[in-house]
């Protein structure tokens, strides 16, 4: 029977109501099947394991994704996959990471929320729960697992983990992955799209968590002050910026602004440039306003979300003190075309 490891980080997917107080508290998922008898219906044997204090996702930082990495690494070898609780306020941030951490990975990794609490008459919790579960137990006729990287789950949708984003507060239809499309949809059967699914060139898997977080991000703005930012640009301890720029990657002319970019760039420090459009490419030199950016050595991030382009920044000033700028211009593991 397939194994399948639950992992609780927090989130409103793993909240009930009191049934004395009335105030909503996160359950026991050891009694899983008590709360989804559902799952009971499924060919899985499913296991759990919870953080010891489980945290609002707003709370997420690296040592939670060292943690959900290293929980993979300990239980790989038992499962043939895992679904991931997790809010969903930075679910995106947490797949994106965990696909530059998980390396040579060749087992479903799906994270998965809610929108509702799980113990509320009306919520989508279980049908993500269900359906999550039900793809990261899915293999092919040779029996290897369809889904080998790390994806999101959310309201019929199958999605690459490091292409998502959060596009909703208050719909089921939460995610969207806005430059690539959808891995499978969840209808009346699970429909793949293999030929969208990625498979690693690495024989060996391994966990890399020495992330560095000496990362800014600015996102530009009409009328913005650059006097203000002047103190990103000269610490000395920020070694990378992301820039979240206007369309296909433009921005101001503005005198102040290119020479803080230009004395960071000539510092050593790196300046990687994605759009703040919710779709769509940098395109650097296209017009005017982005050929600046292309004479000094500005990266361009060409269609990386916010949360990939950070995160891989993240991995590659951890794991790398050469030819970050060139790694920056690959797709490692399907995070950008």
């Known amino acids: 029977m397939t194994k399948i490891l639950l992992i609780y980080t927090g989130g409103t997917i793993g909240m009930i109501k009191n049934p004395i107080t009335g105030e909503l508290e996160s359950f026991n998922f050891k009694h899983i099947h008590d709360h989804v008898p559902e799952l009971n219906r499924l060919n899985v044997q499913i296991e759990s394991i919870s953080f010891n204090e489980p945290i609002d996702s707003s709370e997420m930082n690296l040592e939670h994704w060292r943690l959900m990495s290293e929980l993979v690494d300990e239980h790989y070898h038992l499962f043939d996959g895992f679904v991931i609780l997790h809010g969903s306020d930075t679910m995106a941030f947490s797949a994106s990471a965990l696909s530059f951490m998980l390396q040579g990975l060749k087992k479903p990794i799906v994270f998965t929320g809610s929108q509702l609490p799980i113990g509320t008459i009306r919520t989508d919790g279980k049908e993500n729960l269900i359906t999550a579960i039900e793809i ?44 690539y499309p959808e891995l499978a949809k969840a209808g009346v059967q699970i429909e793949w799209q293999k030929d969208r699914l990625f498979r690693t060139e690495l024989s060996e898997f391994k966990v890399f968590t020495s992330f560095k977080n000496n990362v800014a991000l600015i996102r530009l703005f009409p009328g913005m002050n650059f006097e203000f930012y002047r103190s990103i640009f000269a610490d000395q301890q920020v070694e990378a910026i992301v820039l979240e720029t206007y369309g296909s990657g433009n921005a101001p002319s503005d005198v102040l602004f290119q ?79």
């Open 259 to 337: 020479e803080l970019v230009t004395s960071f760039l000539e510092r050593g420090g790196i300046v990687l440039n994605i759009t703040q459009c919710g779709s769509g490419a940098v395109q650097q030199g296209a017009y005017q306003t982005s050929s600046f950016f292309e004479r000094m050595g500005v990266i361009s991030g060409r269609n990386l979300t916010s949360e990939a382009a950070i995160t891989k920044l993240m991995y590659l000033l951890g794991s790398t003190s050469e030819n970050i700028r060139e790694k920056l211009q690959e797709s490692l593991v399907g995070e950008m075309d």
């Open 136 to 179: 990261a137990g899915m293999k092919d006729s040779q029996g290897e697992a369809i889904l080998q990287e790390v994806a999101v789950y959310f309201e019929y949708s199958l999605y690459r983990g490091n292409r998502s984003s959060k596009i909703s507060a208050n719909q089921f239809e939460a995610f969207q992955s806005p430059n």
